[in-house]
């Protein structure tokens, strides 16, 4: 059975979409023109986004977020997307093209293991592919069309429709010489790519045989690979396990500057989470003030990988789950939650008419501009989250109601320590303080309690569990992964 015979109409979330899909492909049947088609997608969306989209964060809150925004809003993209691929897009190309061509999609918007819909930053991943009987020459106008394409959906639906001209369109050689390439780098880069989206793609426009001769070569291979494709030893991605042991850089687009730059203080970096420990050291409430925290490239991306496996035909346990009230899968669940309600916070706080921002990631700076002061129902759902069963330990929920409890009283942790031993510290991890007295010898110091300090406690709990859960769950369980 070919990928497109049970991944070409994935379902819609609600009865609304499905009913207007109903109604659409009917209307087309009987003959509805191109015009009518965009003037029908432009008016349903400019109705629905409006109502998805709160720029008010006081009605984003977690327990409404899946059902109120994440669902219909993956509903809303997939419905104009692949409608307008189909037909306003496809009927514009020469029919030599259309005919030899596969379109398909990718990532959250499309894949069918992606079930708690999608935040505001997701963009779409559209590929085109081309038989190798299509000359070069049509290949280059294709790509810019899509370039055109992408601009169209832009420009009215303010959806990004990710365009890179090193694999958006290719013919099908190029795909294969990928897969076959003598450099290991660039065959295992293809390789994770097409088997990771081998049985979650959407695909928009079939073509079986261009399709059958592109996923033939990696249809064998384990699905081993998912763990690597998603968060093991991916080469074209900064994946969870590449950052985790520093052999690549976040980069990530800066709130001050709005330029890329690499990503400071990480938490989950093992060379970060050492220099913390000196701090633990010192005393255990003692934390850098500035940090970051992946929420894209560690939770999101291990969720993800799970949820591609057991929609591959795995079931928990297969994945190192006891079954569905396993903790740790309870956990890894709440997380993704909290991370889909971050970014969808960071999308209505900073994003503006002239200011994108980058949301897949949550700072200090950040965190403490959510936490203090209060706005909306952050505080209550974010503490309602993690003091929640199965997110924090029990030890953990201790320290974080300690934590926060000094912040309220302005507590301060008292340190003895020489002008020389604190001015370091503070230089290195950015740490307000202040003299106690500035007499001889070791010199007491007061540093405050901060919702910025808190975070860094709150996500690097979050990190730890969240390695142990691949260490000692999804990565002894992936060596059993069959091909299926």
Known sequence: MLVSDVNSG??????????????????????????????????????????????????????????????????????????WIRHLFIPTLSEDVAANLLVFGI??????????????????DLNFVLSDSVPKKKATELSRQVKELQQRIWDLFTIIVE???????????????RLGHTECKTRLAATLFYKGNEKSLQVLHPNDDILGSIM???????????????????????????????KVKLRIISDDTQEEELARNLIGSEKFGLECRLLAGIHPDLHPAHWCFSMKYTVNRVFDYVSSMRNAGYSLKDLGFTG???????????????????????????????????????????????????????????????????????SQKARY????????DKSEIVLSLTDEQMERIAKKYHITYRHLDRGSGRTPFAVP?????????????????????????LSPANSNARSV
């Open 401 to 408: 109601l300690g934590h926060k409890a000094a912040i309220h």
């Open 10 to 83: 994935a379902e819609y979330h609600g009865k609304f979409y499905r009913t207007c899909q109903t109604k659409l492909d009917h209307a087309i049947a009987r003959g509805m023109t191109c015009d009518t088609i965009r003037s029908f997608l432009v008016e349903l969306y400019r109705d629905e986004a409006k109502r998805i989209n709160t720029g008010d964060i006081g009605r984003i809150t977690i327990s409404t977020l899946e059902d109120n925004i994440l669902k219909p809003r993956q509903d809303l993209y997939r419905f104009i997307l692949s409608n």
């Open 449 to 473: 309690y901060t919702w910025s300090t808190l975070g860094f406690f709150v996500f690097s709990a979050v990190e730890n569990r969240l390695a142990t859960i691949v260490d000692e769950k």
């Open 163 to 177: 365009v890179d001209s090193s694999f958006t369109v290719l013919r099908v050689q190029d795909v294969l010489s």
């Open 107 to 124: 990532g959250r918007i499309f894949s069918a293991y992606s079930y708690i819909g999608v935040q505001y930053c997701t963009d779409a």
């Open 216 to 246: 033939a070569p990696i249809q064998k291979k384990s699905d081993t690979l998912l763990f690597e494709n998603f968060i093991g030893e991916n080469p074209n991605k900064p994946t969870y396990q590449r950052l985790r042991k520093d």
């Open 324 to 394: 569905p009230d396993d903790s740790d899968y309870t956990f890894l669940s709440q997380s993704h939650r909290l991370m889909l309600f971050l970014q969808e916070l960071i999308h209505v706080k900073l994003d503006t008419y002239n200011r994108l921002s980058d949301y897949s990631y949550i700072s200090a700076e950040r965190f403490a501009d959510f936490m203090d002061p209060p706005k909306g129902t952050f505080r209550a759902d974010f503490e309602k989250m993690i003091l929640s069963p199965h997110f924090l330990f029990a």
